[in-house]
């Protein structure tokens, strides 16, 4: 069934937004986008893109606080309706009061605002412009503001929030200890549009921040009624919600009047979603999803938020945990990284390379060449400073420290999975000056006393190359495009290390006696991000995407993958010379390898169900979504993160802040030249708490961190934002003058 009200709906890029009122959707004045009475439940359309063909549609239903059962379950009936006449596109979204995803409050900057009342009581908006009666408004959030009224009493006051108090034509600003500098402009501007939009312009704007004096600190208290400084409590306390660590879940759901699920085992696949089923993701970060087949009748679509009700309410969540409703066919991004692999095509990111724009295209072969391409690619693959062309210097660490950059150029760079490496490698940046990049390397077997030692070195360069260097940290097989490219695409990673002399030696132990050894080629281009990686000496370890070399006493093999490149074939072949010796070297070609090859691996393998790694790659570095966090960390050393909306900008970038980009594949670690020193040491305690609870399957030591500062961020981190002014941050007015702007508007 259709509605006049959403005639016109998803037409044109933009928001739209409709009330609940007596069971239908009526929409309001654009005026009034932002402002949400806590009695009312609301409808949110988001709609992106240029035109009809690429248009998408984001759909919120928001419920206030106060609102009632019938406005909910209209909200989300006529969510379902306008879905419909949008061509069943759209992914909904639940939003609760007071705990909206970071998407939907970037909708309404600077701040949303909640109001008292809604429709039945004449939607009873404080009336101020006359002089307003005393109020108090909280300001909660760092990046992504609410407003709201609380009692006008310094009982309700907490050091971590920003408070605006209004008494007649006067209105006092509370700075919260400790806030960035683009939190203090944002609540300047909130305190602007209170002077512009309530008291028409003829009211007072004072600042009460830490530069205030005793006198306007007292003014303060003494206009609220109660209370001083000492009296306003240490944190706010937030409300959370008990989940199963880092655990993510997949659950089909069966059919029947009480909710039954059956839970999927892990790596969750696109195909165990069948088009005649409803699905459950349960997430610790992104909350939950409900996945609607194709083929699900009509009216438990409608009603799927009945489900998703009795599936919280059987878990034990609060009812605000967010839900997602996302249709076959219309996944969004933010779901489909939770998969091992994903065939079909999404939506763009906000910035794509032109190699990857291919995976884009519509073109099924052109997206299944390129999707190939990136699933065959080294880490990062966009984090290229320069062409490997700069200089280099390697230090070993395994009990000891030891420079062997002289060893590494000389011939065949090779890294032990038991040892850590330290490369400073300098180059000249795109402004012609000197920088630095320093990869921490770290062996999947290497001890915690060598971590710590580079770690210790790594913060000594750190200290000693200033705001010229770029850390990156690089867990074994997650090298970067650029690192491999600097030792020219000759890398070999080994088992063993110093405790045997660096002596060759294979996963059984039994290279004096066979001397068998197995190894994968891989990569994209010869001479750039080329590797070979030794491998345990088993058939299961083959692939059909890798070229693998397989070193016996008599033979060594050359084992074509049936998806394997040219490239590959022949960086295999050059590798083989390095040691085959006076050995025989044998080409086999899948499908053609004879008995002694299995003999040595121990027999034939069992057919496997995804025999080419690089597919299992492609869903996380392609469809996950690029997020803009903000770090904070108290005096007390606790680590609080803020999710930006997904239209981040380089604005959004405080110069006394620390930012997480997460780009699903590596992180970058963005922090201001004003950052304090409690967050600089904390850098490590970051990134871990970041990332232990994702549910995503990456650890702290799994993960590629690029630590970039501010003024001398690489190229690629710059075109992950919709544009970049270098001289930004030099031409911002400061804080002291955004202050003095706003008194200076003061009514006299």
Known sequence: MDHPAFAEAGAAAGIEIWTIDKFE????????????????????????????????YDAHFWLGSKTTQDKKGSAAIWTVTLDDMLGGR????????????????????????????????????????????????????????????????????????????????DI???????????????IISVANSLRDDYHNGRATIEIIDEFSSDEDVALFFETLGSGSREDIADDSASETYSRDGSAVFLYKVL????????????????????????????????????????????????????????????????????????????????FKQYFHNWDTIGAAQTYISETDAGYFSGDAEESAAVARLIGKSASARGYMPDEGEGTLTVTRIAGDQEDITEKMLSGTPAFYQTEVYVVKYQHVDENGEDAYVIYWWIGSKASSDDKKAARELVAELECELDDTVTIVKVPQGKEPKHFLNIFKGNLVILFGGKDNDYKPVNANDSYEDNSTRLFRVEGTQLGVDMRAVQVEEKAEVLEDDDVFVLETADVVYVRNGQE??????????????????????????????IDAFWEALGGVPEEKEDPSAWRLEVNRRVTATRTLTTVSVSVTGKVKFEERPLTYKQEDLSDDGVYILDTGEELYLWQGQNIPERVKSARGQIIE???????????????IVVTVKQGKEPKVFKKLFPSWDEDMWANQPSYEDIKNEAKASNSK
């Open 25 to 56: 959707p009526v929409p309001i004045e654009t005026k009034m986008y932002g402002k949400f009475y806590n009695g009312d439940s609301y409808i949110v359309l988001k709609t992106t893109g240029d035109d009809t063909t690429s248009l998408s």
């Open 172 to 186: 006092f600003v509370l700075m919260p200890e400790g806030a960035k500098a683009t939190q203090r402009r944002k």
């Open 689 to 703: 708490e970041y990332i232990k609870d994702d549910g995503l399957d990456r650890t702290v030591d799994s993960a």
């Open 564 to 593: 394997s490149h040219e490239y590959e074939r022949e960086a295999a072949l050059s590798f083989v010379k390095q040691f085959a010796g006076d050995r025989e070297v044998t080409v086999l070609e899948q499908g053609e390898e």
């Open 90 to 169: 759209a992914v909904h979204h639940r939003e609760v009061q007071g705990h909206e995803t970071s998407q939907f409050l970037g909708y309404f900057q600077p701040a949303i605002r909640y109001l008292e009342g809604g429709n039945e009581s004449g939607f009873n908006e404080v009336e101020t412009n006359a002089g307003a009666d005393k109020r108090l408004l909280r300001l909660s959030g760092c990046d992504n503001m609410r407003i709201e009224e609380v009692p006008a009493d310094s009982s309700s006051l907490t050091k971590d929030q920003c408070f605006i108090l209004e008494n007649e034509h």
């Open 255 to 334: 059919a029947g009047d009480e909710l039954e699920v059956v839970a999927l085992n892990k790596p969750f696949k696109q195909k165990h979603l069948t088009s005649d089923n409803i699905y459950v993701l349960d997430t610790p970060c992104s909350g939950v999803f409900m996945w609607l087949g194709s083929e699900v009748d009509a009216d438990t679509k409608k009603n799927y938020h009945d489900l998703a009700q009795k599936y919280l309410e059987v878990k034990g969540y609060p009812t605000w945990v967010p839900v997602t409703r996302v249709t076959e066919g219309a996944e969004s991004s933010t």
